[in-house]
């Protein structure tokens, strides 16, 4: 079993950055694929990006050069830095991974999520 422990998010003015970590213990190897899913209201989970465990990144279009996915593998972590933050960014953002070296749509295990609000 894997257990995922995220970091807390926060409230964040527009245009300021926050980054998220996310921890995994249990029976988890470097070959993981690792991510961020989030879920804005009324609306349904999306993928923001992942990272293969063989280090091919994803990325959502609506996020691309403004985050930034890496993984720490010795650490078994994976972080989100999220710069020019929007609030369309806010959402609940829930970091997952796979068994396998890649991301799929249902991920094996989910982290408990944790709530990013862009807002002046």
């Known amino acids: 079993q894997v257990q995922l422990v995220e970091s807390e998010g926060g409230l964040v003015q527009p245009g300021g950055s926050l980054r998220l970590s996310c921890a995994a213990s249990?029976?988890?190897?470097?070959?993981?694929?690792m991510g961020w899913y989030r879920q804005a209201p009324g609306k349904q989970r999306e993928l923001v990006a992942d990272?293969?465990?063989?280090?091919?990144?994803n990325y959502a279009d609506s996020v691309k050069g403004r985050f930034t996915i890496f993984r720490d593998n010795s650490k078994y972590t994976v972080y989100l830095q999220m710069n020019s933050l929007k609030p369309e960014d806010t959402a609940v953002y829930y970091c997952?991974?796979?068994?396998?070296?890649?991301?799929?749509?249902?991920?094996?295990?989910w982290g408990q999520g944790t709530q990013v609000t862009v807002s002046s």
């Open positions: 990272v293969s465990g063989t280090g091919s990144i």
């Open positions: 997952a991974a796979d068994r396998g070296t890649m991301l799929s749509s249902t991920p094996d295990y």
């Open positions: 249990g029976s988890i190897t470097p070959i993981y694929g």
